[in-house]
Structure formats: C-alpha cells, structure tokens
C-alpha cells in the first residue's frame, strides 16, 4: 500500500477506524465456518472511569493498548484524538485521574507497549506506518522504523516483543480494500531490518506471544480467526496453521493478551465484550460490560495487572472512551500488558 500522505484528523481516524472495525467489509461473507466450543461462562466487567469524550474534530473517541508502566500506573493510547489533545494517556486507578503523556500533530496511534531491552514505549502509527518510542515520562519521541517492507507501506496495528527486544507487529495492508494482504513482519530491536514473517492474512490485527515464546497468536479481523505462527527462535516462522474459529456475530475479533496460564483474552469490535479461550482453542468465558452501559461498541484490549488477576479493559464508543475492571482467569505476565 502507498504511504498515507498528509491530511486532515478526521480521514486518519476514518482510516484508523477502519483497521479495528472492518468497516466496508463483509464478515458474513467468509468461507470459514464457526468451530468454538462453547460460550463459556459470562463474567460482568465494572467501570472504573471514563477517560475521553468524542471528539468534535474526528467524531469519535478510540481507546487502545493498555499498558502498565514500571510505577504501576496505567496507559492508554487514543487512535482518534485530533492534534493537540492527549494521544498518550497516563491513569492513575487508584485516584480515578488521567493526565496527558504525549501529543503530536499527526499520529495515529493504535498500541503501547514497553520494551524488554531499553525500556522506552513503543507505538504503533497506523496512519504512517510507523514505529515510533517514546522515554517513559512521554519525552524525547523518536520514529524507531518507517518505510515500506518488502515494497509495500505498512498499517501498522498491534505490537509483540520478544525476550530480547526484538518487535513483531500485525500489518492490515489490504483491509480497505477487502483484500487478504495482511501481514506478521519481525524489526530487529535496533530497527534497522525488517522481515516479513507471514502474509496474505486476512487484516492482522491482535499479535501476542503464548507463555513460553515459542509462538504467537495472531487475529484477523475480516475472516473471525485466531491464526498460530511458531517461531523457530532464529527470528522466521517454523509454521502456521489456523487454531481458534470466534463466533462473533457482528463484532469482530481486535487485539489479544495472554495470561500465565496461557489463555488467551480476544478484544471484540463491534460489542463491548471480550472472548476468553485457553490455548487449545476451547471457549471458557465472555466478558460483557453491563447491560445498563448503553453508547459503547467495541472492547479493544486488556492489560492485567502483573503478578496479580486484576484486568482493565478499553471500551469505547459515542458514549466516550472508559476503562472497565473484572477478575482475570490468571495471572498477568507481559503478554497481558499491552500491545
């Protein structure tokens, strides 16, 4: 795809929003037919807070990438703030208030997550196609890695790290127009190479590694699947194979986070819900805001709290951008702190 040229807020976060929507796409036109286990149990999700409100420069407000800093305090990115307003939020939960962390005047930011090897936080610019960090107080940005990979510009989504610091990002190349394009491509943690590790999926969205760093779990928005590459731990693929079928109905599946048990947590765009699988692909648990919660679409993705089971889920719609809480299955570990 051709690199975005500059333009107003209000088409990027059109553009944004059709990577973690779908929208102008079909999902009732896949081939695949549903293979879950089951709905599991239902677990009920309490507010916390809200954050943000719609914006009147874009329409709408988009929260993402939860993420713990070393401090314990908790943050969040806002895919569709205009320039000038909080793109990076920091929360603090106990107190219930959130201050800015970064702005900038073009970004559209759809993941956070902090690095093993220098600690800096990384995100992901859909709009660009970009990797840019930032220090942990949100000084000092730097773009990490821009430019087109193996000829083609990136929509960049979600990130993944690896032990070493190494980064692997979903890239929905082909989502606006319908077209299976997507990719899983590796930037070594100096950001000088990158490598395409899996393609022609149908808009990567979600990446995590599993426990042990021995794959990772991918989701495509447009085809309602979870997808498993297994690395061969010299930086490639030893394969891939379909592993989860969601039973999404009209939402689709968004971003994914692993507890210490190995399950895995799958955002839902298009309900405010979450799926929870263990890693052979059986349905143990959905989680829903409550009903009474009205002007909310879409459960983006949830960071639960290190060594503890407490999990904060970003929800959004025209009601605003809130964080809600519930009981994880597990424990959190790296792979359930952003991305």
Partial sequence: MRRLPSRSLAVLATIGTLALTGCGTDPGASSDTAASTGTGRTIRAQKVMQLTKVHEETGMTLLEGPTFDEDGSLLVVDVTAPAGKPKVIRVDIEKKTSRAVHTDG?????????SPY??????????????VSLAPDGSDPRTFFSGKVD???????????????NLYVSDTRGLSEGEEHGRVVRIDRDGKKATVLAGELAATNGISFDVDYRGLWISELTQNRISYLRVDGKGGVASQ???IRVDGGIAQTDSIAVDADGNLYVGLSGRPAMAVYNKHGERLATVEVPARAEGLEMATNVAITPGGRTAYMTVSGPAGGYLYTF????EGIRQSNGG
């Fill in 106 to 114: 073009r970004g559209a930011y759809t993941s956070a997550q902090f």
């Fill in 118 to 131: 220098d600690g800096r936080l990384y995100l992901t610019d859909y709009a660009y196609g970009e990797v």
């Fill in 151 to 165: 000829g083609a510009q990136m929509n960049l989504d979600d990130i993944a790290f690896d032990k070493a610091g």
């Fill in 241 to 243: 194979h379909t592993a």
């Fill in 327 to 330: 009981d994880a299955l597990a």
